[in-house]
């Protein structure tokens, strides 16, 4: 009867029929539920191996599923995009979203689902939406350079998407939502366990009709598109110390978009289709030959492909057509060895193959690189209070030659209520492909031509015998082979409880970054068209301050802030500031005047504050759930992008042409945005939620396109389980 | 509830005072302005823009000359004159020097603070040399290169900030220049639909056989 009460309340009238059948099927409440659990959360990231989150010495973040599902969110970048100290941000030609973190652009962060990356940096980050989350054990957030054990691109951190996996019995899970521009999630998960097989199945289809901040311009500023997702993981005991696993994945999106294209001052009406395909396979082999030595050997292998293709409205003919293929294997082999309880080594070695193939480089054949690797781990645990992390990984590359990246990390717990962590070490990120084999003109955005450093120098000669370059603007025999992308880091932080459960997790860090690469214009054609390679130029710093409270302040109540603070710049012009020449034309008298060095506000698009503030409610009897949350995003400035959305210019915010950001140029205002979530779940299995994103309905349609507005949903959700174990 | 708002302060406390001190802002106290400054010089602006190719329509294609001993326009008929020193077309300024004119004139562009240039080098003017094949000027043409620089994303000409050009003028005397805007009314912040061709600029000259600007 308690229920059927509860039940006056809620929004849907139907839920009264639903729940007449749910009070038949009702079983007397599951009183272990009601205790909380005090296991402590277990992360993989951090050491590759199963560690406690309290006993590592670098800053590690964990996002539980049951989280993920209060929040209602369901792609990878909902979540990312409410974590402290990670922004969303997007690509460089204004669509999708990549994650930035610590300051970093995001193709210096490492994706992994289940240790294995993802591929499909097509302009560098990689599209966070082509991830669902409905099988999602955790998600795991290491913060600081990690190519110690990944080896490139993990120069910022490193974020894994660890999967569920069978559990015992027969469970499964089958959920729908429907909000705001017709968006429509369907998912489901099977999972069943029986004797030495376990096997996990997950689907996913996910379709919107997309959104249009600018009804005044042709096409929507994201159109209609679907995708499926499908998952699998077979785990088999082979032996009492060998397991087997093999999980694989295969999505699928299709987009059909309008936009106005240019073309010799002329608007022209195209239409197009966008298609984005990828899977992965990969055996897993564990082998445990004593309690001490344990050995792991997998093949990776994924693929991901990507085709756009556009047409003229007026007569249909071809307009545009953009392909893109990569293809990444990596067997790996590595081992964990517990000497004893106080120290433990872990060795691994592996072999990266990789292949791209696209019309942007000029031909239908394949680009090959390969990596060879080995890392080390040791950790030394001499007593409770203090823990040591040291470990290395050397990288072998057949085009960028080699790299060393090693990391130390330490952990002292002072007392009871404090614990320190300080960690340092070396990130490094290869030159990617379309940066050494680009060869690329476009011809629709006013003319240019991208030449990636492999051919660069042959290409021009050969314009050059055509007569077709007009003056070189950089010496194109200093444009030498490109160096890895490397960064020196520093985290220090800790742990403190102000009160009993009320604890405050701090994180300062540094990142030195060297041979920063960036677009080099060489040549202008006689037709008035620049020419770009990439050049090792820059170097930057970024560093700030993280902080995080939790407080549990009542039962069934937690309340967290967490806020960032960032500096990120450009050495080399902060340098020159300091030297007092750069200039900026004082905005009321126009009259020029020298940069100070605390003028200069440092690169574009970060923003100095970041910060968010959330309330979770969660009642493990009524099986009530609520959340409200706060995502605060500070003022940031936006350089020279190329591309435009929706035929709207992207005005740069940089107004006195120092073509640096400083306090006297435009900025994109900062935001804040509020979400909020309430769900109830029956004992039967059923789970209603509804909820609401960006409910002030904040947009910015020029500078932060992937932003919709407000977004309302519900979803029903029904969750079996049958455990059939045994006794 | 007046419990739960007690304790969110508390837990907002510690990083908002993080918020607080990292917020602080020093702006710097204006210079005084010394020099003489010219606005709205018309550097044949034309009577409109074709809507069509986004060209100005009505131009003239003369420069307009200046004089910085009398701080006027001179006229077009005295083009083979001294009276002039510099001239002024849509972005392309001329002196009266090399291949332009009969003067003594010359340029340099010098990066730098307008106030803190005290005195005119002693060599390395350059002059206007344009012939059949080249268009060389001695204040070079094209954004970035010179005086101005182009914003692809406003769609305007910008003084490049820190660009001060030093004038040998017709008659061997010196004088430096500040260009301030390039749109009519000198916007603090110009669009692309506010009018070009204008320029206010602030410049010191030294009457006297002097390279000095005190």
């Known amino acids: ?727 | 509830m007046n419990s739960i708002k007690s304790l969110l302060s508390i837990g907002l406390l510690a990083t908002m005072a993080v918020i607080f001190t990292a917020c602080k802002d020093d702006s710097p106290a204006p210079d005084p302005v010394i020099a003489t400054t010219t606005t709205d010089l018309a550097a044949d602006p034309g009577t409109g823009i074709d809507p069509n190719n986004g060209q100005p329509t009505g131009i003239t294609n003369k420069f307009t000359l200046f004089s910085f001993k009398t701080g006027e326009v001179v006229l077009n008929a005295d083009s083979a004159t001294t009276k002039w020193d510099v001239g002024f077309r849509r972005t392309t300024i001329i002196v009266n020097g090399g291949t332009s004119g009969s003067g003594a004139a010359g340029a340099i562009v010098k990066s730098g603070l307008f106030d803190e240039i005290l005195e005119a080098p002693a060599d390395g003017y350059a002059v206007d040399d344009k012939n059949s094949t080249t268009s060389k000027y001695a204040i070079p043409t094209g954004s970035g290169n010179g005086w101005y620089t182009y914003d692809g994303g406003a769609q305007v000409i910008k003084p490049t900030a820190g660009k001060v050009l030093i004038f040998k003028t017709a008659d061997n005397r010196y004088a430096k220049v500040e260009i301030l805007s390039y749109y009519q009314g000198a916007k603090t912040n110009p669009v692309n639909t506010d009018v070009a061709g204008y320029y206010t600029f602030r410049y010191v000259y030294q009457p006297n056989d002097s390279k000095s600007f005190n």
């Not at chain 1, 249009?212 to 311009?217: G, I, R, T, Y």
């Not at chain 1, 120290?343 to 990596?371: C, F």
């Not at chain 1, 493990?620 to 605060?632: D, L, N």
């Open chain 1, 1 to 727: 009867m308690t229920l059927r009460t509860q039940f006056a309340k809620p929004l849907f009238c139907t839920l009264l029929i639903i729940s007449q059948f749910c009070v038949a099927a009702q079983v007397s409440t599951d009183l272990d539920s009601l205790r909380t659990r005090q296991l402590e959360e277990v992360i993989v990231t951090a050491t590759r191996n199963e560690r406690t989150m309290g006993s590592l010495p670098m800053p590690v973040f964990l996002v539980p599923k049951a989280q993920i599902k209060t929040m209602g969110s369901l792609r990878l970048n909902d979540v990312l995009t409410e974590q402290t100290g990670l922004v969303v941000v997007p690509q460089v030609n204004g669509q999708g979203s990549g994650i930035q973190l610590q300051g970093f652009n995001p193709d210096y962060t490492l994706i992994l689902i289940d240790g294995e990356p993802i591929i499909g940096r097509y302009t560098g980050s990689l599209e966070l939406s082509r991830i669902a989350i409905g099988n999602i054990k955790q998600i795991e957030i290491v913060k600081g350079p990690s190519s110690s054990l990944y080896g490139s691109d993990a120069l910022a951190g490193v974020i894994n998407i660890i999967t569920d996996r069978s559990q015992p019995g027969t469970n499964g899970n089958f959920s729908s939502r429907y909000g705001t521009n017709k968006t429509l999630d369907l998912s489901g998960d099977v999972s069943v366990t029986k004797d030495k097989l376990g096997i996990y199945l997950f689907g996913n289809r996910y379709s919107t009709d997309g959104y249009d901040l600018s009804p005044e311009n042709f096409g929507k500023t994201v159109s209609p598109f679907t995708n499926q997702t499908f998952n699998s993981k077979i785990t088999y005991k082979v032996g009492p110390k060998t397991d087997f696993s093999l999980a694989g994945r295969y999505f699928k999106e299709y987009q059909r978009f309008n936009f106005e294209v240019t073309s010799s001052n002329e608007q022209i009406k195209t239409s197009g289709t966008g298609e984005v395909k990828d899977w992965n396979i990969n055996p897993v082999f564990t082998h445990r030959f004593s309690t001490k030595l344990k050995v792991i050997a997998r093949f990776y292998t994924t693929h991901y492909q990507t085709e756009t293709n556009l047409s003229l409205d007026n007569d249909g003919s071809p307009y545009y057509h953009d392909d893109f293929e990569q293809t990444f294997t990596r067997p790996e082999l590595n081992g964990e060895y517990f000497i004893n309880s106080k120290n433990i080594i872990t060795l691994g070695a592996g072999h990266v193959g990789e292949t791209v193939k696209t019309s942007r480089y000029g031909d239908e054949n394949g680009r090959n690189q390969w990596t060879n690797y080995a890392f080390f781990q040791y950790e030394w645990l001499p007593m409770d209070k203090f823990t040591l992390v040291s470990g290395g990984r050397f990288d072998s590359n057949s085009s960028y030659g080699s790299q060393f990246s090693p990391k130390l990390s330490a952990r002292y717990e002072v007392n009871k209520r404090i614990t320190l962590k300080a960690s340092t070490g070396v990130g490094f990120k290869s030159p990617d492909f379309r940066q050494l084999y680009f060869n690329f003109s476009n011809s629709a955005a006013g003319g240019y031509s991208v030449l990636g450093t492999e051919i660069v120098q042959p290409r021009l000669a050969e314009l050059e015998a055509q007569g077709q370059i007009q003056s070189y603007l950089f010496d194109p025999t200093l444009i030498g082979e490109l160096q890895a992308e490397r960064s020196v880091a520093v985290n220090v932080g800790g742990k403190i409880e102000i009160l009993p459960s009320l604890t405050m997790e701090v994180n300062g860090f540094y990142n030195s970054i060297n041979n920063l690469i960036e677009t080099q214009a060489v040549a202008i054609t006689t037709a008035g068209q620049s020419i770009y390679t990439y050049r090792n130029v820059n170097r930057a710093y970024t560093s700030g301050l993280e902080t995080n409270v939790s407080y549990p302040f009542a039962r069934n109540f937690t309340l967290s802030a967490g806020y960032q603070l960032l500096y990120a710049k450009d050495k080399d012009v902060v340098q020159d500031v300091k030297d007092g020449n750069v200039y900026y034309r004082d905005p009321n008298t126009l009259v020029t005047k020298r940069l100070q060095p605390n003028e200069y506000y440092g690169l574009y698009n970060r923003s100095r504050h970041t910060g968010n503030i959330k309330l979770f409610y969660r009642h493990p009897v009524t099986k009530w759930e609520a959340s409200a949350r706060i995502i605060y995003r500070g003022k940031y400035g936006v350089g020279d992008i190329r591309g435009n959305i929706q035929g709207e210019t992207i005005p740069p915010s940089d107004r006195n042409s120092n073509s640096i950001l400083d306090v006297y140029d435009d900025f994109v205002k900062g935001y804040a945005l509020v979400n909020l979530s309430v769900a109830k779940s029956l004992n039967c299995g059923l789970r209603f939620q509804v909820g609401v994103d960006n409910l002030f309905n904040y947009t910015e349609p020029i500078y932060i396109p992937n932003l919709p507005g407000r977004l309302m949903y519900g979803s029903v959700s029904y969750n079996f389980s049958k455990n059939n174990v045994k006794p």
